[in-house]
């Protein structure tokens, strides 16, 4: 094997075994030229491509190799062994390119490859106390496992998916047959028969001027109705962006800890924040806390003076953080202390 003739390089494929047979007609994987390559695919295949293409090599050369009909032909008592058809006296007379030119002249040569991956069948192996003829099992094995005529026309062989022939025949060139000067000679045509295999698509048989041929150049599969091409898995989408998560507006008192009184508190609060923070800052600027204190003492009936600098000590004293503003924590707080809580 090569993949550039010019280079002059060439690589010997390793031997074939029934196992290779086996698991390639169960696999069906493009070829990359790279032996040594292992081949991914369900059914798994435990080997490398050389294996693979050996393998294929051995399944085209089995199914489409012919030979002209009257070529060959059984040797004495044999309907598998086959020998040149050579009479008694003088050459083999080869069949002329009109003969040729129908489909029945042309005949399978090679021994057709069996459902056990070989092109004969095993002596069968007896276990001990097994009294059945030996003859009589091989026949039965035979029987289960039959191997295709040999030297059977390629008319005989089964139709394609599609219910295409198996085969096509088409003659090019030139048909006109010219006679020879020489009598001793046969009549010239220079006309070529091609016969091309539809199931194995690539593989062809030539036949001129009493010569024959056989070549392939295909993928090395076999012939599909309904070919499978894989696609490309659709894109990963990627993670939604995340919703920002908050608290319950209304808690319920298990789920903030709060007790019935610190509920009351917070609520006491929120009112002072909506009347009393004007610009909705958040918290208690000092000028709106002084107006929350005044508004206080003359709810509870207080009608002394206010006393500015009582404000400002109490004022400091509960600013934790000193920054001229009461948050709702410092008041909660100072709600507290007053309540004695």
Known sequence: MCNSPASGEWTALPDLTPEDIRAARNTKASFTGDLERKIITNPFFFKQEKHYLR?????ISHSTRLAPGKRFRFQEESTEDI???TPEEGDIVPQTTQEMSNKASWVHYARSILNNCRVTHLEPEQEDGDEEDPEALLKKIKAADPS???LKPITGDAAVQGGFPAWTLRTFGDKT???SANPAFADQNNSV???RSLTWTGAYNFYTNQQYLSVYVGDGHKYEAATYFPIQPPCILSD???RLVFNEPNPSEAETGDSEIDLVIKKCVNDIWNDYDKDNSGVLEKDEAKKFVQATLLEIGDNGEFDDAAFEECFNEFDVNGNETLEKSEMVTFIKKVAGL
């Open 177 to 179: 047959n010219y006679k």
């Open 240 to 242: 939604p962006e995340e």
């Open 148 to 150: 295709e005529p040999r």
């Open 193 to 195: 028969v091609v016969v």
């Open 55 to 59: 393998a294929q090599i051995a399944r």
């Open 83 to 85: 020998e040149e058809n």
